[in-house]
């Protein structure tokens, strides 16, 4: 896929994210969520990271482990949204698809060229959106078929091996898919989430 194309799925994916995220109160934060024992601060504080940490590795700065750091925010939905806004910049960049990203929580490869990575992000937003809404009690953030379909053939490809146990795992092991599974079910069961009503 060319990488403009992936860009503007991720965009998609991350303005469905922010805009379940919008939705959250102070009340909210202390809801469980489908991300093992983080609450909804501790999730948002990671997504809000995760967005600082992808901009700095289009920006070349991936090996900035501060850059990755959660955000643990006075009012974490604001700082959630700038982060979100700063990473679509960032994506945005003239010659992104000359760079490679160094990822420094996925440790398979030194760096990853810029459409992997992108796709490490768009599933990753796929995903939290579903997990913030599920937090809410809301229906799954709604996602365009293309959007889906990049995010599960990223799902596909992602390894269910160990690395899935090991604590601070970005998936959990990987459930059984049954045949005639829905797209979105399929995505999150893959990546070691349990879909169901909200």
Do not use: K, N
Request: aromatic fraction near 6%; proline fraction near 9%; charge should be negative.
């Amino acid at each position: 896929m060319h990488i403009d194309s992936l860009v503007e799925l991720d965009r998609r994916a991350v303005r469905a994210s922010a805009e379940v995220v919008r939705r959250v109160t102070p009340a909210d934060l202390i809801r469980p969520t489908p991300c093992g024992d983080w609450d909804l601060a501790a999730l948002l504080a990671h997504m809000t990271g995760q967005h600082r940490g992808f901009a700095a590795a289009a920006a070349g700065r991936g090996d900035d482990l501060a850059a990755w750091r959660p955000v643990l925010a006075a009012d974490p939905v604001a700082a959630h949204l700038a982060a979100a806004d700063q990473v679509l910049t960032a994506f945005a960049a003239p010659g992104l698809d000359r760079r490679r990203f160094t990822l420094p929580e996925i440790t398979r490869a030194p760096d990853f060229p810029a459409t992997q990575a992108i796709g490490f992000h768009l599933v990753d937003y796929v995903v939290h959106g579903w997990d913030v809404a599920t937090a809410l009690g809301l229906d799954t953030p709604p996602l365009d078929d293309a959007v889906l379909a990049a995010a599960l053939r990223i799902a596909r490809a992602v390894p269910d091996g160990s690395e899935r146990l090991a604590p601070g795992a970005a998936f959990a092991p990987a459930h059984q898919v049954p045949a005639g599974t829905a797209t979105f079910d399929e995505i999150l069961l893959l990546l070691g989430r349990r879909p169901g009503p909200a």
